[in-house]
């Protein structure tokens, strides 16, 4: 390396740990206003809407979108975008409900999505949400066809009137499609001797907010734990102290803790039995070297 090179190198590590220590210091003396009530700087929300987009992009699978244009499908998803999205989005002459109106940044107008985005990045977006927005991943509560009917009624709301929308909405609530994930009546039962997947079930157990209540390994979630941490569990004798720690046990906990501890403060989620027994497996794998 000649020295010209070197010197170069030398200066491009300064400015790369100086730049480090800048941004440390703004963390440290807390610089950076996180209040929702007031916008980002507009370089950090272009920053973030174009690592979103690049994300996005990189991800989608723009070969798996099914034809999007037959009228059940549209009706259909109208009625999933009532109940799942028009709170936070809004629709054709509705107004989003008070809780988006706080939101940082702002839920989009999906019109305008609808317009810029293709079918398979929205669908992409609307199963596996956004970090750092409202955006939730809805894989666990909404099957793919479902999905796919949301998105059909998105891109048919590009010219749609209120009260077209209205006209879709009056219709009959949408029929759940069979589906292994997510919670509900639409769960498809797995047998007992079936086996979980632990790296399904360590992403399961993100998406129904385990690691707010427990500190889980391999789980970034709440520093202080309102439950027992689960570091161990795979070697533990019972679970909760009241029942012997097998998978089935476990599965049968997940889904509902009060029919062996009535007096447990855990809810019942609403686990689908896949999932309950993916993360199942994946706390079997838990031991005390975590």
């Known amino acids: 390396m000649t020295i010209r090179l070197r010197t170069l190198a030398i200066a491009a590590s300064l400015l790369l740990v100086l730049g480090g220590a800048g941004a440390g210091l703004v963390v440290w003396l807390g610089l950076y206003d996180i209040s929702a009530s007031d916008q980002h700087t507009a370089p950090v929300y272009r920053v973030l809407d174009y690592a979103m987009r690049r994300s996005v992009m990189a991800r989608a699978n723009e070969g798996a979108a ?67 927005s409202g955006m939730p991943a809805w894989q666990y509560r909404m099957s793919d066809d479902e999905i796919w009917d949301t998105i059909a009624f998105v891109a048919a709301s590009v010219s749609m009137t209120p009260r077209d929308y209205a006209a ?81 046990n476990m599965v049968r906990w997940l889904q509902n803790p009060q029919q062996f501890d009535p007096a447990s403060a855990m809810p019942a989620l609403g686990l689908a039995e896949r999932d309950a027994r993916d993360i199942a497996a994946f706390l079997a794998t838990l031991d005390e070297v975590h």
Request: aromatic fraction near 4%; proline fraction near 9%.
């Open 66 to 132: 099914p034809d999007l244009g037959a009228a059940q499908r549209v009706r259909r998803g109208a009625a999933h975008y009532r109940e799942h999205c028009v709170q936070c989005h809004g629709a054709p002459g509705v107004a989003p409900d008070g809780l988006a109106l706080g939101m940082t940044p702002a839920p989009a107008n999906l019109v305008a999505t609808a317009r810029l985005w293709k079918p398979a990045e929205m669908f992409w977006v609307v199963k596996h949400g956004v970090k750092m």
């Open 168 to 248: 879709l909405t009056q219709a009959a609530p949408p029929q759940r499609h069979q589906r292994e994930h997510g919670a509900g009546g639409g769960a498809t039962l797995v047998s007992a001797s079936a086996r979980g997947d632990p790296d399904a079930g360590r992403r399961a157990a993100h998406h129904y907010l385990c690691a707010t209540c427990h500190v889980i390994p391999g789980i970034v979630g709440a520093n202080r734990h309102v439950g027992s941490p689960l570091t161990g569990m795979g070697t533990r004798r019972s679970i909760g102290g009241v029942v012997p720690n097998t998978p089935d």
